[in-house]
């Protein structure tokens, strides 16, 4: 006799049913959690995963109590004549319920595992949160979404205890596998529930086997990209720049607070069309003005115009979001989106509605300009560093942005590679003809790239000028310390022209212009010199302390006036080609330091 199949069918509707129902609401809530704030996030969260962790029993008698004649459901129901107790409809609830927690929980963490720095560049391309849905969270999330759904399914598919509260036991009309093994082994009928067991387990696990699979499948395939990346050698071509449209009325004025906890940024100034470059140490506020700039973060107050347009006015509740303020945003980690082609991630930044054979043009357009011709195919994970970083500034230009912000876009380079595409990032930000800033910590960096420059420190503007005065004329010591001077001590004034260095224990003639405050006087390890003329103007003997050795420089520690006690005793640093070091290092001591007049920058504290 053939064996009654009914439990199958009930359980692969019921179980399918269930599915469908969770993934779209499971998706959708698990999306909609990720960027809620309020102060019920963790009451709904408790609500959404309660299933998962009470017994499945007790599931299933608040379902009863919910669908049941006498609740809120049931008595809506009750004029139609129709009931959801003891029918399959109850099934699929009941296994609806129990698996949407797995299906939210499992969707929230392949949305969470997403780089936001992936969203907050799409939103600076111009892209609708609906189009960041579908063409770039839903697409990166899609392994864990398709594992979320094979556990809701196998979930659904074992539910036992909230069925047969709400749904019972009905052969033939609510009796699912789980049941069927149940009943099978209460009235000792063995082979059965063996034949339930095995068919359950042969459903669950070729879904569970199939996903993996793929998933598999996906990784090879990638290996693979890796492997054809290796063997082949990219295209080269003469440099050129790209030139986009943007408004001829070009300026940035900012004038924005914003308090964090451990945090307060406070900073004012305006730019034109030259590269503005905003230096500092870490924590100084630098990357923060560029995610306010952005609209990525919101300033406690402020305002902020581009080319006449106010992108937020704190007094006037204005805040434009990231989409709207034209703006490109290259991040540190380039931020290129993964699944994605070369081609295609330039294509997403390009202005909608185009056609196909200009959306073709103008991808090959910025493929030649930063010298990725060839390329256009390749996916991120099959380029080198400095070609990511090309690919993630070509997509910014494509967007033609009003402004341009490179966040430290060379900090993951090499010493080699950062220099050469140093020098083509110089050319590009020539040709560009909008608003461009450009933050580093690196000194050297920011005065090859940038005609002026911005100091930051502690989340304050300190300096704010070309780089020729910010680095030959510091206003304070830390601005010296930013731009790289190693020698400080503090000053006092004695008469016109003539100052004592207290730490140094020496007088010093001056030639600068005298600031208002003196506090300090300095000297760059490079500016010091050796003579053998001990009566010259600024000379004074010194004595060795130590040496630091680079490839092309030594740095020399040097205590004035006597030997010094330990390594730590020493006043200055100087540094010489290891030409000039050759030449001294074993004249006797003392040797004769000069501290050009010309040289010393005098400074408030």
Same mark, same amino acid.
């Given at each position: 006799m053939a064996p009654d199949l009914s439990p199958l069918w009930i359980s692969l509707k019921t179980s399918l049913l269930a599915t469908f129902i969770t993934f779209f609401l499971g998706i959708t809530a698990a999306y909609w959690m990720l960027g809620y704030r309020g102060k019920a996030k963790s009451l709904i969260e408790g609500i959404f995963v309660a299933p998962l962790i009470l017994p499945p029993t007790v599931v299933g008698f608040l379902l009863l109590l919910f669908f049941g004649k006498n609740g809120p459901v049931g008595k809506l129901m009750q004029p139609l004549d129709f009931s959801i107790v003891f029918t399959w409809y109850g099934a699929a609830i009941a296994a609806t319920v129990v698996s949407f927690p797995l299906m939210y929980k499992t969707a929230l963490g392949a949305f969470e595992q997403i780089d936001s720095n992936l969203l907050r560049v799409a939103r600076t391309l111009g892209a609708k949160e609906s189009t960041i849905f579908w063409r770039i969270s839903l697409p990166l999330a899609l392994p864990g979404i398709l594992a979320a759904t094979t556990l809701a399914f196998a979930r659904a598919l074992g539910e036992f205890g909230a069925t047969l509260m709400l749904a019972g036991n009905i052969p033939g009309q609510t009796q699912t596998i789980p049941m069927a093994i149940y009943f099978a082994v209460e009235a000792g009928a063995m082979d059965e529930a063996w034949f339930?067991?095995?068919?359950?387990?042969?459903?669950?696990?070729?879904?569970?086997?199939?996903?993996?699979?793929?998933?598999?499948?996906?990784?090879?395939?990638?290996?693979?990209?890796?492997?054809?990346?290796?063997?082949?050698?990219?295209?080269?071509?003469?440099?050129?720049?790209?030139?986009?449209?943007?408004?001829?009325?070009?300026?940035?004025?900012?004038?924005?607070?914003?308090?964090?906890?451990?945090?307060? *940024?406070?900073? #004012?100034?305006?730019?034109?069309? $030259?590269? !503005?470059? @905003?230096?500092?140490?870490?924590? =100084?506020?630098?990357?923060?003005?560029?995610?306010?700039?952005?609209?990525?973060?919101?300033?406690?107050?402020?305002?902020?115009?581009?080319?006449?347009?106010?992108?937020?006015?704190?007094?006037?509740?204005?805040?434009?979001?990231?989409?709207?303020?034209?703006?490109?945003?290259?991040?540190?980690?380039?931020?290129?989106?993964?699944?994605?082609?070369?081609?295609?991630?330039?294509?997403?930044?390009?202005?909608?509605?185009?056609?196909?054979?200009?959306?073709?043009l103008q991808i090959e357009e910025q493929l030649l300009a930063m010298q990725l011709q060839g390329l256009g195919d390749r996916y991120p994970h099959q380029l080198s560093g400095?070609?990511?970083?090309?690919?993630? *500034?070509?997509? #910014?230009?494509?967007?033609?942005? $009003?402004? !341009?912000? @490179?966040?430290?876009?060379?900090? =993951?380079?090499?010493?080699?590679?950062?220099?050469?595409?140093?020098?083509?990032?110089?050319?590009?930000?020539?040709?560009?003809?909008?608003?461009?800033?450009?933050?580093?910590?690196?000194?050297?960096?920011?005065?090859?790239?940038?005609?002026?420059?911005?100091?930051?420190?502690?989340?304050?503007?300190?300096?704010?000028?070309?780089?020729?005065?910010?680095?030959?004329?510091?206003?304070?010591?830390?601005?010296?310390?930013?731009?790289?001077?190693?020698?400080?001590?503090?000053?006092?004034?004695?008469?016109?022209?003539?100052?004592?260095?207290?730490?140094?224990?020496?007088?010093?003639?001056?030639?600068?212009?005298?600031?208002?405050?003196?506090?300090?006087?300095?000297?760059?390890?490079?500016?010091?010199?050796?003579?053998?003329?001990?009566?010259?103007?600024?000379?004074?003997?010194?004595?060795?302390?130590?040496?630091?050795?680079?490839?092309?420089?030594?740095?020399?520690?040097?205590?004035?006036?006597?030997?010094?006690?330990?390594?730590?005793?020493?006043?200055?640093?100087?540094?010489?080609?290891?030409?000039k070091w050759v030449t001294i290092k074993d004249q006797p001591f003392p040797w004769y330091l000069r501290l050009d007049p010309l040289s010393l920058i005098l400074m408030e504290s």
């Open positions: 339930w067991s095995i068919v359950i387990m042969a459903i669950s696990l070729s879904g569970i086997i199939g996903v993996n699979f793929w998933q598999e499948s996906r990784e090879k395939g990638r290996r693979g990209h890796r492997e054809i990346r290796i063997r082949k050698k990219s295209t080269q071509v003469n440099e050129a720049s790209v030139s986009p449209k943007i408004s001829s009325t070009v300026g940035l004025s900012l004038d924005i607070a914003k308090t964090l906890p451990s945090f307060h *940024l406070e900073v #004012a100034f305006n730019t034109d069309e $030259q590269t !503005l470059g @905003l230096l500092g140490g870490s924590g =100084a506020g630098k990357s923060m003005i560029l995610r306010c700039l952005a609209g990525i973060e919101t300033p406690t107050k402020g305002r902020i115009v581009l080319n006449g347009k106010v992108l937020f006015d704190s007094e006037q509740r204005i805040n434009l979001p990231s989409r709207d303020r034209h703006i490109g945003f290259l991040v540190q980690n380039y931020a290129l989106f993964p699944h994605m082609t070369v081609a295609q991630n330039i294509a997403f930044a390009l202005p909608k509605g185009l056609s196909k054979g200009s959306i073709r400095g070609q990511q970083q090309r690919v993630a *500034l070509a997509r #910014a230009l494509a967007s033609k942005p $009003q402004a !341009l912000l @490179l966040d430290e876009p060379f900090s =993951a380079l090499d010493t080699h590679l950062r220099s050469q595409l140093e020098q083509q990032m110089t050319a590009t930000l020539a040709d560009y003809q909008g608003v461009a800033l450009f933050v580093t910590h690196n000194m050297e960096e920011a005065y090859r790239v940038c005609p002026n420059l911005l100091v930051l420190e502690h989340g304050r503007a300190v300096q704010y000028g070309s780089k020729y005065d910010i680095f030959e004329h510091p206003s304070t010591v830390s601005v010296a310390q930013i731009t790289g001077c190693k020698n400080f001590s503090q000053a006092q004034l004695l008469r016109s022209g003539l100052i004592e260095a207290l730490d140094w224990g020496c007088q010093l003639k001056i030639m600068a212009a005298m600031p208002q405050n003196i506090s300090y006087v300095g000297i760059r390890a490079h500016h010091i010199s050796f003579t053998k003329d001990p009566n010259q103007e600024n000379t004074f003997p010194c004595w060795l302390v130590r040496t630091s050795e680079t490839p092309h420089r030594m740095t020399l520690f040097l205590k004035l006036h006597s030997a010094a006690n330990n390594p730590q005793d020493y006043h200055l640093q100087a540094e010489v080609f290891k030409e």
